[in-house]
């Protein structure tokens, strides 16, 4: 499985734009990149999933470049309610791995 | 709201007692999964059933941990002879076959052990 690297915490302010980077240097050429996010005492949450090149959604944005060795999840404009705890994922969507293995995310604290 | 119910959300037991959570996934989903979190550490998986079979166990599920899911529907997980160590969070979660990196998860069942 390819390991995932994150930014333990990030601190922002309303109305600000944020991009969290991740770095999965050993990604497998099947391998796909989802993000999850998960406020306290709920369940993760899908945000969006990507192979290559540029997602859009109407959550968030994710950025993979050529090499695919890292990804950037951009959230634009974040609010107050934005406060949460971010993961990025690396696995096959299809036929491998079936469970999902998560770090220790990216907590994302947004100040008034 | 996912469509994915756990119950109870919180359980409170003392040691060595024994523990059951539901889970009822959303409905058209054929594969359901359970993970355990403790505070400040992401999910852990412990299982996973593609509709009554349970295809993967974790190296978590000690002895003391069983799950079923009869008919392929709700899933339970029973923890015999609670320890301290168990207490955390327990998840559930379902997807369909689009794609398994997109699961939904449940609220969670809280577990506290004393």
């Known amino acids: 499985l390819a390991k995932t690297t994150q930014p333990i915490s990030m601190d922002s302010y309303e109305g600000q734009e944020v991009n969290i980077t991740c770095s999965h240097n050993n990604i497998a050429t099947n391998d796909y990149i989802t993000w999850y996010q998960q406020f306290p005492s709920q369940g993760p949450r899908f945000i969006i999933q990507g192979y290559k090149t540029k997602v859009t959604n109407e959550v968030a944005s994710l950025f993979i470049p050529a090499d695919r060795k890292s990804s950037t999840l951009s959230l634009p404009r974040v609010s107050l309610s934005d406060t949460a705890v971010y993961y990025c994922l690396v696995g096959d969507k299809g036929t491998g791995r079936r469970a999902l293995t998560f770090g220790s995310g990216t907590r994302l604290q947004v100040q008034p | 709201d996912t469509g994915v119910s756990q119950d109870p959300r919180h359980k409170i037991t003392k040691r060595g007692q024994n523990v059951t959570f539901r889970c009822d996934p959303i409905s058209e989903h054929n594969r359901l999964y359970w993970y355990r979190q403790t505070l400040g550490q992401g999910p852990e998986f412990l299982t996973y059933?593609?509709?009554?079979?349970?295809?993967?166990k974790s190296r978590l599920l000690s002895d003391r941990f069983s799950a079923e899911r009869p008919k392929g529907s709700f899933s339970t997980l029973e923890i015999q002879r609670t320890e301290q160590g168990d207490s955390a969070m327990y998840l559930c979660?379902?997807?369909?076959?689009?794609?398994?990196?997109?699961?939904?998860f449940g609220p969670g069942t809280r577990l506290t052990v004393l």
């Open positions: 979660a379902s997807t369909g076959s689009a794609s398994y990196n997109e699961q939904f």
């Open positions: 059933f593609q509709n009554e079979a349970q295809l993967e």
